[in-house]
């Protein structure tokens, strides 16, 4: 199970282009959805404007290159915008999980040989989403942790987590299955294509886009304090850590 291809065995149903067809159309959803979020609620507009009203303060290019590197660092790859261990870490496990998981899936569908370490990738990306996204959305959630909501609350903003563990939790049990020569692999094949299909194509609607425009957001917001131009905003607010449920400690901040 962990050694073989799952993609492969769908080429005895059909030929791997059809696959291979959907994996590019995956792509082009994503990157259309993100190009019409970016549009549509002006983000693009937005970096502009503030670049130009901030243009005029000096920032040497040494410093310019040292704030790109602090935002790569620090923003992006270790998710130092997360004061909460427990919310980073769940965080890092999604987004190194998916990272793999996508990359790997890519790899498999247009090298149906494949037979070194893709297939373990695969499982161990899946397993790492899921990992730290059932956590985060059972045991870290805002509405859960600090005010008492129901984990089984769900909310417009939840469609980007939510589309993402069902099509890897269903992608995972196909490839179980299948590797059992279960009846139910295609059936649970089918739902995978489904909710994968509603992940990557709900992107204007979802919270996928983020992941491209917050290394921006987190470059600019470094630059805007290193030229002074957020040196007259307050300091943040101190209320939120000490208000939370009244049934427990707040945990999300």
Request: with cysteine; aromatic share 16%.
């Amino acid at each position: 199970m962990f050694t073989n291809n799952p993609f492969a065995a769908l080429g005895d149903s059909w030929s791997p282009l059809v696959m291979q067809v959907y994996v590019v159309l995956m792509i082009v959803l994503v990157a259309a959805g993100t190009l019409f979020d970016i549009v549509h609620k002006g983000s693009a507009r937005y970096f502009l404007n503030n670049w130009r009203k901030t243009k005029s303060k000096h920032v040497d290019g040494g410093e310019l290159v040292s704030i790109a590197v602090k935002t790569a660092v620090v923003d992006v790859l270790a998710s130092g915008e997360f004061c909460n261990a427990r919310r980073r870490i769940a965080h890092l496990l999604t987004m190194y999980g998916f990272l793999l998981y996508v990359i790997s899936t890519a790899v498999m569908v247009f090298s149906y040989p494949t037979a070194s370490i893709w297939p373990q990738l695969w499982w161990l990306g899946g397993l790492m989403i899921l990992l730290g996204g059932y956590w985060f959305w059972f045991f870290i959630r805002v509405d859960v942790a600090a005010e008492g909501n129901s984990p089984f609350r769900i909310m417009p903003a939840d469609l980007f987590i939510l589309s993402l563990l069902a099509s890897v939790t269903l992608g995972l049990i196909w490839a179980y299955l299948q590797a059992r020569a279960s009846a139910g692999a295609n059936v649970f094949f089918g739902l995978y294509v489904f909710a994968t299909t509603v992940l990557f194509a709900s992107v204007p609607w979802s919270k996928f886009a983020h992941m491209f425009f917050k290394p921006a957001a987190a470059f600019e917001k470094r630059l805007s304090y290193a030229n002074g131009t957020r040196s007259n905003l307050p300091g943040p607010a101190d209320k939120p850590e000490q208000f939370g449920s009244a049934r427990e400690q707040p945990r999300n901040y």
